[in-house]
């Protein structure tokens, strides 16, 4: 958008893990909980809103409600399923592997692919990649691999990005890790589930920072028989749920339906204004309930 000289602001409604902040960029990005007048005023008096990788204004809070006040137009650019009407175009598709596999067509589609340079195709691979579980998910077809090649072919390191997402991390990470693992796993062999509990007290033990939790729901999911598999964080005025599933049952559904999130049918999240304790309780009494759903 800069290189078609146009002013770009790019919001998002919370910050982000530190192993993303190596990013082209990172320090133009305004973290809207932090800068919500500057925000505010970025939506209202702008020409065009891009809405990238979420599929409800809902899913963005207070900041989802500016949103919907701006009398911009609104281009959805996103794959999870069965987004809620607020856009005016859409760029979408539940097939694609990764929001950024989408924005690569935009940018095809708008005749400016020679505008892909080696930041953007960093960033455009990091969004890729991760997105696809480090390509492992089933929706990694051929398609997202030829476009990972063109953007090795324009000086994407793929070593480079690998490490610094994923072998960046605090020893207070590893720690939790470690603890996570160690003592907050608990299975329900009965029902094919597995979940971590963290509470408030732990995440101060171990100096949480945002992203210290990635992928820890899949250490539950990887047992043997466990077919769903939950993180369950208790934040300062909330509860945080990450579910991850495999086979048929939809964590998409489920999250949707009672822990006011949503996201895709085997990956999704979810959030309670509850207390630790009720949260839990709701979770549990639900996994009785899905058992025969469960048991495959």
Same mark, same amino acid.
């Given at each position: ?13 919370? =910050? ?7 990013? *082209? ?8 909980? *932090?800068? *919500? ?12 809103? @891009?809405?990238?990788?979420?599929? &409800? ?28 009407? @607020? ?5 979408? &598709? ?8 989408? %924005? ?7 005749? $400016? ?28 077809? &051929? ?10 072919? +324009?000086?994407?390191? %793929?070593?480079?990005?690998? +490490?610094?997402?994923? =072998?960046? $991390? ?12 160690? !003592?907050?796993?608990?299975? /329900? ?10 509470? +408030?007290?732990? /995440?101060?033990?171990?100096?949480? *920072?945002?992203? =210290? ?29 990450? @579910? +991850?599933?495999?086979?048929? #049952?939809?964590?998409? $559904?489920?999250?949707?339906?009672? @822990? ?22 709701? #979770? /549990? ?7 025969? !759903? /469960?048991?495959?």
């Amino acid at each position: 958008m800069k290189k078609e000289k146009h002013e770009v602001h790019v919001i998002v409604p919370n =910050d982000y893990p530190d192993f993303l902040t190596w990013m *082209k960029g990172n320090n133009k990005v305004i973290v809207y909980n *932090k800068e *919500k007048n500057k925000s505010k005023n970025l939506i209202l008096n702008s020409d065009l809103i @891009f809405c990238l990788d979420f599929n &409800s204004l809902e899913r963005i809070f207070d900041l989802g409600d500016i949103i919907n006040s701006s009398s911009s137009k609104k281009i959805l650019i996103d794959h999870h399923p069965n987004p809620s009407k @607020f856009y005016d175009y859409s760029l979408h &598709s539940s097939k694609a592997a990764a929001t950024c596999e989408l %924005i690569y067509d935009f940018i095809n589609m708008m005749g $400016n692919i020679e505008n892909i340079d080696k930041p953007i195709s960093e960033c455009l691979y990091a969004g890729i990649m991760t997105d696809t579980g480090s390509f492992k998910f089933s929706s990694t077809s &051929s398609k997202v691999h030829r476009i990972v090649a063109d953007l090795i072919d +324009r000086g994407v390191d %793929i070593n480079k990005i690998h +490490r610094l997402i994923y =072998d960046n $991390n605090s020893l207070n990470k590893l720690k939790l890790l470690g603890f996570s693992i160690s !003592k907050r796993l608990n299975f /329900l062999e009965e029902y094919n589930t597995a979940y971590f509990i963290l509470n +408030r007290n732990d /995440l101060k033990r171990f100096k949480y *920072k945002k992203g =210290d939790t990635e992928g820890l729901v899949n250490y539950a999911l990887s047992i043997k028989n466990v077919n769903l598999a939950c993180i369950i964080i208790e934040e300062k005025d909330l509860i945080k749920f990450s @579910f +991850r599933s495999i086979g048929e #049952f939809s964590v998409n $559904n489920f999250a949707k339906k009672h @822990f006011n999130g949503g996201g895709h049918k085997n990956a999704a999240g979810g959030r309670l204004d509850e207390n630790l304790n009720v949260a839990l309780s709701k #979770f /549990l009494k639900l996994i009785k309930a899905n058992k025969k !759903k /469960l048991i495959y």
